[in-house]
């Protein structure tokens, strides 16, 4: 009998000690993409979007950096949520290496979709080809899987 009390007694002690958590969840800022199939992670990033309502115009842009000195930007004009283009859009991977950077800019090429486009925040996905046409290391880099998720300041 008494066993029975104390397992009654811890049991409650149990189930009122376990406390409901209704906190609203903290939103990561990230982004999230391949270069030439290699994975690389943005912990920091930070959406601008500017709109002028005297000449129609809209801008999202978005940029990051990974540890390792690599940086990304994208960049849509006149975003529209859920579709793969505005009007227009740029994608840009750079590398620095000491003094040097090495810039690999998409050339008409990119797929960047909006997902989700608030005053405060910008979600969505990308993938393009970068194309360096001077310095030490001509060539492209394929950027796939890429998605994002940043604070926006807005103008």
Do not use: W
């Amino acid at each position: 009998m008494k066993r029975t009390i104390l397992l009654l007694l811890l049991t409650a002690t149990l189930f009122s000690a376990c406390k409901k958590d209704n906190s609203t969840p903290v939103e990561t800022n990230y982004i999230l993409f391949k270069v030439d199939g290699a994975e690389k992670t943005v912990k920091t990033c930070q959406g601008v979007y500017f709109k002028s309502n005297s000449i129609n115009f809209t801008r999202i842009t978005v940029v990051g950096h990974t540890d390792n000195n690599e940086q990304i930007g994208l960049d849509v004009v006149n975003p529209v949520v859920g579709q793969s283009a505005g009007s227009s859009q740029a994608g840009l991977y750079s590398v620095v290496a000491g003094v040097d950077t090495t810039f690999y800019m998409s050339n008409n090429n990119n797929i960047i979709t909006i997902n989700s486009l608030t005053t405060d925040r910008v979600t969505g996905t990308f993938q393009f080809t970068g194309t360096n046409y001077a310095g030490k290391n001509p060539g492209s880099k394929n950027i796939t899987e890429g998605t994002f998720g940043c604070k926006v300041i807005a103008n």
